[in-house]
C-alpha cells in the first residue's frame, strides 16, 4: 500500500477495497488470529466535532448491534476503536461482491437464484428482528454476495437497537432521515415512529428491482422520490416483465404497502409468500371470511308454569292414546303438539293405520271388542260477555267396549281420564259429564284449550236421553 496508514492497531493494512466521501475500506490481516478482515475507517479530522462524535458513535452502535447477531448471512464485527485522528471498525472479511455493483451491470437472476437470495436476506432479517435490532438502511449497497454466491447482510452503523441507541444529532433533529432515500419507507421519511416492518419494505424495494431490473420509486432528486414513496404506487412488476407472475405482483404490493400495518408482519412471513410464489401456490392465502350467528339463549320451558302444565299435558294426552287403533287419536295429538317429544312417532301410527296396516311398532295393542261403537251426542254451550250460542254436534265413532270402559287399558277410558287432567289444569271455567261408556275423539277435542277474548266458559252437557238408553243397554 503506497500512502496512507500501514497499521491501525494491531491490524495490518493490506490493500484500499473502496473509498467513501467519508472514509475508506481496507482489506487487512490479524497477526494474531491469522485470518484476513476488512477494516471500516472514517476521519474524524475533517468533520466537526458534532459530526465526528456522530460517526464515532455509529462504530459503537454497529459493534453493539452485530455482537448479538451471529447469523451465517450477517456479517460479523469483530473489533472497533480510534487511533489518532482515525475512527475504525474491524468486520468479517467477504470476497465477493456488492449486490448493487451486480445489479448495476445489468446482471439477469433467473427466478430460482433470485428467491433464494431474498430469502437468506429475510432469514438474516429476521434474526436480527427477534435479537430487538433494526437495521433502517437496507438496499443493495449493503447486501454482498461471496464467492459461492451466499447473501451477507452488512453496515449495521445506522441500526438502532432502542430509542434510546440514537444519536445526539438524531435526537435534535426533527424528522432526520435516517437512511438512503429510494429504499427507505414513508415513516422513515416522514420521521416517525419505526419498527421491523421498516427493513421489510425496504427489502421489497429489492425484490422489485430484481423482478423488473428498475427501482419502484424514481426521480430527479431525494425530495421528488420522497414524495413518490409517500403518495405513489408503483406500477406492477408484471407489467413492466410479462415473465412475472401475478403472485409475484402480490408479493410485492404486500411489502411496499404505505400503511405498516398492512404489510407482513415478519421478514419471515415474507420469506414464505415469496417461496410459495416461486412454487406457483397462493403466495398470500385467501381468508374466508366467516358468518357468525349469534346463538339465542335456549329457553328452559321448565321453569315457567304455562310450558311446563303443558308438557305434563302433553305427556299425559300420549299415554293415553299410545295403544289406540284410531288414526284420528294420533292425529289429533299431531295438531294439538306439532312440535312434541312424540310427533314423528304419532304421524307414523296414523300414517299405519290410515294405509291399513297395524301400529305395533311401539308395543302398541289391539282391543277387543273395539268394533264395538255408541255414540254420544254432546251440546257445546259458550257463555260470553252477554252474548251465548248453543250448537250440538254429532260425536263421531268409538273405538270402545262396555266391558273395557272399566279399564284404563281401554284407549278411550284413558283419553276421558285424560282429558279431566287436562281440564282441571286448564280452567275451573270447564264442567263435563262424565260419560261411564266411553269419551269420543271429538269430544276430546272439545276439551282442548278454547280461546278466551271474552273469559268464555265451555259447558259440555251429555244428553240425557242417550245416557239413559247407554244405561239401559
Same mark, same amino acid.
Given at each position: 500500500?503506497?500512502?496512507?496508514?500501514?497499521?491501525?492497531g494491531?491490524?495490518?493494512?493490506?490493500?484500499?477495497?473502496?473509498?467513501?466521501?467519508?472514509?475508506?475500506?481496507?482489506?487487512?490481516?490479524?497477526?494474531?488470529?491469522?485470518?484476513?478482515?476488512?477494516?471500516?475507517?472514517?476521519?474524524?479530522?475533517?468533520?466537526?466535532?458534532?459530526?465526528?462524535?456522530?460517526f464515532?458513535?455509529?462504530?459503537?452502535?454497529?459493534?453493539?448491534?452485530?455482537?448479538?447477531?451471529?447469523h451465517?448471512?450477517?456479517?460479523?464485527?469483530?473489533?472497533?476503536?480510534?487511533?489518532?485522528?482515525?475512527?475504525?471498525?474491524?468486520?468479517?472479511?467477504?470476497?465477493?461482491?456488492?449486490?448493487?455493483?451486480?445489479?448495476?451491470?445489468g446482471?439477469?437472476?433467473?427466478?430460482?437464484?433470485?428467491?433464494?437470495?431474498?430469502?437468506?436476506?429475510?432469514?438474516?432479517?429476521?434474526?436480527?428482528?427477534?435479537?430487538?435490532v433494526?437495521?433502517?438502511?437496507?438496499?443493495?449497497?449493503?447486501?454482498?454476495?461471496?464467492?459461492?454466491?451466499?447473501?451477507?447482510?452488512?453496515d449495521?452503523?445506522? %441500526?438502532?437497537?432502542?430509542?434510546?441507541?440514537?444519536?445526539?444529532?438524531?435526537?435534535?433533529?426533527?424528522?432526520?432521515?435516517?437512511?438512503?432515500p429510494?429504499?427507505?419507507?414513508?415513516?422513515?421519511?416522514?420521521?416517525?415512529?419505526?419498527?421491523?416492518?421498516?427493513?421489510?419494505?425496504?427489502?421489497?424495494?429489492?425484490?422489485?428491482?430484481?423482478?423488473?431490473?428498475q427501482?419502484?420509486?424514481t426521480?430527479?432528486?431525494?425530495?421528488?422520490?420522497?414524495?413518490?414513496?409517500?403518495?405513489?404506487?408503483?406500477p406492477?412488476?408484471?407489467?413492466?416483465?410479462?415473465?412475472?407472475?401475478?403472485?409475484?405482483?402480490?408479493?410485492?404490493?404486500k411489502?411496499?404497502?404505505?400503511?405498516?400495518?398492512?404489510?407482513?408482519?415478519?421478514?419471515?412471513?415474507? %420469506?414464505?409468500?415469496?417461496?410459495?410464489? %416461486?412454487?406457483?401456490?397462493?403466495?398470500?392465502?385467501?381468508?374466508?371470511?366467516?358468518?357468525?350467528v349469534?346463538?339465542?339463549?335456549?329457553?328452559?320451558?321448565?321453569?315457567?308454569?304455562?310450558?311446563?302444565?303443558?308438557?305434563?299435558?302433553?305427556?299425559?294426552?300420549?299415554r293415553?292414546?299410545?295403544?289406540?287403533?284410531?288414526?284420528?287419536?294420533?292425529?289429533?295429538?299431531?295438531?294439538?303438539?306439532?312440535q312434541?317429544?312424540?310427533?314423528?312417532?304419532?304421524?307414523?301410527?296414523?300414517?299405519?293405520?290410515r294405509?291399513?296396516?297395524? %301400529?305395533?311398532?311401539?308395543?302398541?295393542?289391539?282391543?277387543?271388542?273395539?268394533?264395538?261403537?255408541?255414540?254420544?251426542?254432546?251440546?257445546?254451550?259458550?257463555?260470553?260477555?252477554?252474548?251465548?250460542?248453543?250448537?250440538?254436534?254429532?260425536?263421531?265413532?268409538?273405538?270402545?267396549?262396555?266391558?273395557?270402559?272399566?279399564?284404563?287399558?281401554?284407549?278411550?277410558?284413558?283419553?276421558?281420564?285424560?282429558?279431566?287432567?287436562?281440564?282441571?289444569?286448564?280452567?275451573?271455567?270447564?264442567?263435563?259429564?262424565?260419560?261411564?261408556?266411553?269419551?269420543?275423539?271429538?269430544?276430546?277435542?272439545?276439551?282442548?284449550?278454547?280461546?278466551?277474548?271474552?273469559?268464555?266458559?265451555?259447558t259440555?252437557?251429555?244428553?240425557?236421553?242417550?245416557t239413559?238408553?247407554?244405561?239401559?243397554?
Amino acid at each position: 500500500m503506497a500512502a496512507g496508514p500501514q497499521t491501525l492497531g494491531r491490524y495490518q493494512l493490506e490493500r484500499v477495497l473502496g473509498k467513501g466521501a467519508m472514509g475508506i475500506v481496507y482489506e487487512a490481516l490479524d497477526p494474531k488470529l491469522h485470518r484476513k478482515v476488512a477494516i471500516k475507517t472514517i476521519l474524524i479530522s475533517q468533520l466537526d466535532e458534532e459530526t465526528a462524535k456522530d460517526f464515532s458513535m455509529r462504530f459503537v452502535r454497529e459493534a453493539h448491534a452485530v455482537a448479538r447477531l451471529n447469523h451465517p448471512n450477517i456479517v460479523q464485527v469483530y473489533d472497533f476503536g480510534e487511533e489518532g485522528d482515525i475512527a475504525y471498525l474491524v468486520m468479517e472479511f467477504i470476497r465477493g461482491d456488492e449486490l448493487k455493483s451486480t445489479l448495476t451491470t445489468g446482471r439477469q437472476f433467473d427466478r430460482k437464484e433470485c428467491v433464494r437470495i431474498m430469502c437468506e436476506l429475510l432469514d438474516a432479517l429476521d434474526f436480527a428482528h427477534e435479537a430487538g435490532v433494526v437495521h433502517r438502511d437496507i438496499k443493495p449497497a449493503n447486501v454482498m454476495l461471496d464467492s459461492q454466491g451466499r447473501t451477507k447482510l452488512t453496515d449495521f452503523g445506522v %441500526a438502532r437497537v432502542t430509542d434510546a441507541d440514537r444519536t445526539h444529532a438524531e435526537r435534535t433533529q426533527a424528522g432526520t432521515m435516517v437512511g438512503t432515500p429510494a429504499y427507505m419507507s414513508p415513516e422513515q421519511i416522514q420521521g416517525l415512529r419505526i419498527d421491523r416492518r421498516t427493513d421489510i419494505f425496504s427489502a421489497g424495494v429489492i425484490l422489485y428491482q430484481f423482478l423488473t431490473g428498475q427501482k419502484p420509486f424514481t426521480g430527479e432528486g431525494a425530495w421528488t422520490v420522497a414524495k413518490k414513496i409517500i403518495q405513489d404506487d408503483p406500477p406492477m412488476p408484471s407489467s413492466l416483465n410479462v415473465a412475472v407472475s401475478p403472485e409475484f405482483d402480490r408479493v410485492v404490493a404486500k411489502a411496499l404497502a404505505k400503511n405498516p400495518d398492512q404489510r407482513f408482519a415478519t421478514a419471515r412471513e415474507f %420469506a414464505v409468500a415469496l417461496k410459495r410464489a %416461486a412454487e406457483g401456490k397462493p403466495a398470500i392465502p385467501e381468508v374466508e371470511a366467516t358468518l357468525v350467528v349469534p346463538r339465542e339463549p335456549a329457553v328452559s320451558q321448565a321453569t315457567h308454569p304455562e310450558a311446563l302444565r303443558s308438557g305434563e299435558m302433553e305427556l299425559e294426552f300420549w299415554r293415553s292414546i299410545k295403544d289406540s287403533n284410531d288414526p284420528n287419536d294420533f292425529e289429533l295429538y299431531v295438531r294439538q303438539f306439532p312440535q312434541g317429544v312424540y310427533a314423528s312417532l304419532a304421524a307414523r301410527k296414523a300414517a299405519k293405520l290410515r294405509s291399513g296396516s297395524p %301400529a305395533d311398532d311401539s308395543g302398541t295393542r289391539t282391543m277387543a271388542g273395539a268394533d264395538r261403537l255408541c255414540q254420544v251426542p254432546v251440546e257445546i254451550g259458550m257463555r260470553g260477555a252477554g252474548t251465548s250460542s248453543a250448537a250440538s254436534s254429532s260425536v263421531t265413532r268409538l273405538s270402545s267396549a262396555p266391558s273395557g270402559c272399566r279399564s284404563m287399558r281401554n284407549p278411550c277410558e284413558r283419553v276421558r281420564r285424560s282429558m279431566g287432567v287436562f281440564m282441571a289444569s286448564t280452567s275451573p271455567m270447564i264442567r263435563r259429564t262424565p260419560c261411564p261408556r266411553a269419551v269420543s275423539t271429538s269430544m276430546a277435542r272439545s276439551f282442548l284449550p278454547m280461546p278466551q277474548p271474552c273469559q268464555a266458559s265451555a259447558t259440555v252437557i251429555a244428553n240425557s236421553q242417550v245416557t239413559s238408553s247407554a244405561r239401559r243397554a
